[in-house]
C-alpha cells in the first residue's frame, strides 16, 4: 500500500535535550517503538550541539537538507555533514557528538534494525524505475511524479509492501531522496 505524506504537516516532536525536533515520517511496524521498529524514516532540526542519541543493533543514514550542516566526531567517525544530498551510514551503537557548522540544520535520517532490513539511500536526478520491497521517496527539490502521485518539495510516499512505479522528475532542478529497504530477517 503507498501512503503520501506532506513533511509541512508532520507534527514537531521536541527532543528531550532540548537541542532539536522530529518529525517522523513512518515507523515499522506500526506502534513500534523506539526500541522495536524494524525500519524508521524522520526528519530532524538540530537546533543546538550536544549528543546523537545512541541506537544499539541500529543502522543509520543521514542526509543534509537544509542548512550548513554539522560536523560528527565520536566512537572512531569524524565527519562534517556540509553538502546537501550526500547520504552517510553510520553504526547507531555509536556515541557521537554533534557541532553546528553554522545556523540550524535539517536533516533526512534512516534507521533500520540491523539483521533485519538493510537501507539504501540515493538521491535521484533522473528518471528511474523504483521497486523494492518497502521504501520512501521524498521530492527534495523541484516536482516530481511518482507513478500516479505528483510530489511537489517536501511531499512524497512510502511503502510496505513490494511495489513498482515511475519516478519522474517534472523539472530540471530535481532531486528525489529515494530510500529502498529490504527485509533480510523477517
Do not use: Y
Amino acid at each position: 500500500m503507498i501512503h503520501p505524506f506532506n513533511t509541512a504537516a508532520l507534527p514537531a516532536t521536541p527532543w528531550k535535550n532540548g537541542g532539536g525536533t522530529t518529525r517522523e515520517i513512518v515507523c515499522q511496524p506500526v506502534g513500534a517503538g523506539m526500541d522495536s521498529f524494524d525500519w524508521r524514516v524522520s526528519i530532524a532540526t538540530i537546533a543546538a550541539a550536544g549528543p546523537f542519541s545512541a541506537f544499539p543493533g541500529v543502522d543509520r543514514v543521514i542526509l543534509l537538507l537544509d542548512g550548513a550542516g554539522v560536523h560528527l566526531q565520536g566512537g572512531g567517525i569524524d565527519h562534517r555533514l556540509d553538502t546537501p544530498g550526500v547520504p552517510f551510514a553510520f553504526p547507531g551503537d555509536v556515541a557521537l557528538g554533534c557541532q553546528l557548522l553554522g545556523g540550524a540544520s535539517t536533516d533526512f535520517n534512516v534507521m533500520v534494525r540491523r539483521g533485519r532490513v538493510q537501507a539504501e539511500v540515493r538521491v535521484l536526478t533522473t528518471a528511474e524505475d523504483i521497486s523494492a520491497d518497502c521504501g520512501l521517496l521524498l521530492a527534495m527539490r523541484g516536482a516530481w511524479q511518482l507513478g500516479d502521485f505528483p510530489c511537489a518539495p517536501g511531499h512524497g510516499l512510502w511503502w510496505d509492501a513490494p511495489m513498482q512505479f515511475a519516478a519522474t522528475p517534472q523539472t530540471a532542478d530535481a532531486l528525489l531522496v529515494a530510500v529502498h529497504l529490504r527485509k533480510i530477517g523477517l
